[in-house]
């Protein structure tokens, strides 16, 4: 058996974003997001702005998809810096029988937060007395643990959610954020997503992880007719603020709304639209370049 290794060029800040690109509508086997390697147990060097991507046969009009995604997302509001170039730099031909499982030897056990253990699900990890484990396939779909918005997003819900809480995970991916909240003591968990293909997804990986009774459907914040305690969106900056009405719709007097996806650099953006139907920031979480915002409504 033979595949197709393909090293794109991209700015790091980007990786997720691409990797889920790759996976779900390119239907990638398997991607790798940077490679270190050693000498004599020394870094010696390190692969970053490149992204690796493998696949059966090579996809038809790559360079024009690619680019028409990269040309997508720039009119959604990140800048050219920040997307980096998107273009081929590679293609190999790989004639290996393993090489579908060769990628996964590049993710390892995460820890964010205080207490969650983020597992590859090919990996055995034994979490200590006061962590919780999820485990997850890094080739399902986006939102793994690996990138800052969601490892932000992990971190306030750790905080945020308790016995009892009420969350609305929109635009939840994989499904991480919702199955994070209902192991933090969530009492109704409720994830939806504007891309269908991804909600089997996010089912199977709760179901993995031992729980039911997490609602997931396609859809958006407008198709929710409930309130919660707590909503979290890591999303695009520019989708925040184009839905900003309808996740202000889904919270209560006293609701947390957690908004990430976010360039430090759109920070003001967001933060102006939230001042603009009666929201303040409680609490700016940051990483790398990326921001997750903390709102609640106005108590003046």
Not at 76 to 82: K, S, V
Not at 205 to 220: K, L, Q
Request: glycine letters at 6%.
């Amino acid at each position: 058996m033979s595949t197709v290794e393909i090293e794109i060029s991209i700015n790091p800040l980007c990786e997720e974003i691409i990797s889920d690109f790759l996976i779900n509508e390119l239907k990638s086997e398997g991607v790798i997001l940077k490679e270190t390697y050693y000498e004599d147990e020394k870094i010696i060097s390190e692969t970053q702005g490149i992204i690796k991507a493998f696949f059966e046969k090579l996809p038809e009009n790559l360079e024009n998809k690619l680019q028409e995604r990269r040309n997508f997302l720039k009119e959604a509001g990140i800048d050219e810096a920040n997307l980096g170039k998107w273009t081929i730099e590679n293609v190999i031909e790989i004639k290996d029988e393993n090489w579908a499982n060769n990628w996964k030897k590049y993710w390892d056990v995460q820890k964010i937060g205080e207490k969650t253990i983020i597992c590859p699900s090919w990996l055995e990890c034994t979490p200590k007395d006061n962590e919780i484990k999820i485990e997850l396939d890094p080739g399902s779909a986006f939102g793994t643990g690996t990138h800052p918005t969601t490892r932000l997003c992990i971190k306030a819900l750790e905080k945020y959610v308790n016995k009892n809480t009420t969350v609305a995970d929109v635009g939840t991916g994989s499904g991480i954020l919702a199955i994070a909240s209902k192991m933090y003591g969530s009492s109704t968990v409720v994830g939806v997503d504007n891309d269908g293909s991804v909600i089997q997804v996010a089912k199977d990986n709760a179901e993995h992880n031992g729980i039911s009774d997490i609602t997931f459907y396609e859809g958006s914040a407008s198709d929710i007719d409930k309130k919660f305690d707590i909503v979290v969106a890591n999303i695009l900056a520019n989708v925040i603020v184009s839905i900003m009405d309808d996740l202000i719709k889904l919270c209560n007097d006293s609701s947390k709304l957690i908004l990430s996806g976010i360039m430090t650099d759109q920070n003001e953006r967001v933060i102006n639209s939230l001042k603009q139907h009666n929201f303040e920031v409680s609490e700016i979480l940051s990483e790398e370049n990326w921001s997750a915002i903390i709102a609640q409504p106005s108590q003046k």
